[in-house]
Structures are given as C-alpha cells and as structure tokens.
T-cell receptor
Framework: AQKITQTQPGMFVQEKEAVTLDCTYDTSDPSYGLFWYKQPSSGEMIFLIYQGSYDQQNATEGRYSLNFQKARKSANLVISASQLGDSAMYFCAMREGSFGNEKLTFGTGTRLTIIP | DGGITQSPKYLFRKEGQNVTLSCEQNLNHDAMYWYRQDPGQGLRLIYYSQIVNDFQKGDIAEGYSVSREKKESFPLTVTSAQKNPTAFYLC??????????????FGDGTRLSIL
C-alpha cells in the first residue's frame, strides 16, 4: 500500500485564488511528521511547512497552511492568494517514528500551474 | 552561505561505466541522504548515512554504492550494475535526533543520462 498518496497529478488555478493540494497518508505509528516541499522546474526541493502528529493546531507559514485531519489521515496543503511563482511540483512526505528515524517517504507529487 | 552543493549538474554515462556524483554540505549536519527521482514520480531513497563511516541501504540501493569518510561529503557511485540509471539525483542532509520539525535540506540535483 502507498504510504503517501497525492491524487491530483496536475492542477490549474487562476492567479490570486486559493488552492488546496491533497495528501493522504498511511501509518500505524502514533508518532509521525508530515512535510510539504515545492520543486520548481530548476529541480531543487524547497521546504514549505511541517505538521507533527501530536500538534494540536494546524501548521501555518505565511501563505501556506496545512489542513490536518488526523482521523482521516489527510494533510492537505492550502496556498492562499496564489502567485505565478507558485507554479511548481509539490510533494507531500512523511517521517514515521520518533527521534532517530529521519527517513522520508514521498508522494508522487502534484504539478500546480498558476494562470495569469 | 551554508548549503548543499551537488556536482556536476549534468552527467552522461557510457554503457558499462561507473560514475560518481558529488555531494558536499557545509551545514554541519550529521545525516545525509541520496534520492532518485524519475519523471512523474516522487523521490525514492537510495542510501543514507547518519554518521561518518556508517551508512544504510534505502529502498532502491541495488546498483549504487556510497562512502562517508568525511562529515561534509557523501558521494554516490552509480555502477554498471544499475541497468536503468537515467534519472534526477538529489542529495539531502539533516540534523538527526533533533526537534522533529527539522526538515531535510536538498541540493540542486544531478541529472544523469545514458549515452
């Protein structure tokens, strides 16, 4: 079974609109962390936001927020007021277990295109 | 500025040839990782190292080898046993056993192609 599932291969969004990128995960470990990365066409991976399994509040970082629904095992990324520079691949990733396990499992990504 | 440097940016391999991808970091991170990315897919872990002189296989280690003789350096060799090496390779580093929200930091990648 896939540990990280991103069901939207591609999305087109009008500039200045909000966009939600879906991510569901599968783990039996009570301690885990969820990460979102942005990959522009140049290839580097840029860390955007983190949500821990024990965090009580949804994570926010500027225009990025995470809609964390633990019971549904989903961690959707919300980008508010999208900009042309947001066009990129977006990856959801999970780290299972507590300290000592730093390995990440990545989803297949969503290609986001912002339309002017 | 601190960061991760991967070289070369583009690399071409002939049949039966071993090639080595370089990864250097000056972030003083103990842990380093190598990922492979194929078109339309996410990143898959090849090898990782949490400390100097120690490394472990990831999910797709066959046909690859690594060394970790220095904290700053984690080179990846793509051997002739790797029959389908064409991919984008990303190196990353992190601080192990740190606060859980510490992300992995990535280099700019090396694109490997077969001649």
């Amino acid at each position: 079974a896939q540990k990280i599932t991103q069901t939207q291969p591609g999305m087109f969004v009008q500039e200045k609109e909000a966009v939600t990128l879906d991510c569901t995960y599968d783990t039996s470990d009570p301690s885990y962390g969820l990460f979102w990365y942005k990959q522009p066409s140049s290839g580097e991976m840029i860390f955007l936001i983190y949500q821990g399994s024990y965090d009580q509040q949804n994570a926010t970082e500027g225009r990025y927020s995470l809609n964390f629904q633990k019971a549904r095992k989903s961690a959707n990324l919300v980008i508010s007021a999208s900009q042309l520079g947001d066009s990129a691949m977006y990856f959801c990733a999970m780290r299972e277990g507590s300290f000592g396990n730093e390995k990440l499992t990545f989803g297949t990504g969503t290609r986001l295109t912002i339309i002017p | 500025d601190g960061g991760i440097t991967q070289s070369p940016k583009y690399l071409f391999r002939k049949e039966g040839q071993n090639v080595t991808l370089s990864c250097e970091q000056n972030l003083n991170h103990d842990a380093m990782y190598w990922y492979r990315q194929d078109p339309g897919q996410g990143l898959r872990l090849i090898y990782y190292s949490q400390i100097v002189n120690d490394f472990q296989k990831g999910d797709i280690a066959e046909g690859y080898s690594v060394s970790r003789e220095k904290k700053e350096s984690f080179p990846l060799t793509v051997t002739s046993a790797q029959k389908n090496p064409t991919a984008f390779y990303l190196c990353a580093s992190s601080i192990p056993d740190s606060t859980p929200n510490q992300p992995q930091h990535f280099g700019d990648g090396t694109r490997l192609s077969i001649l």
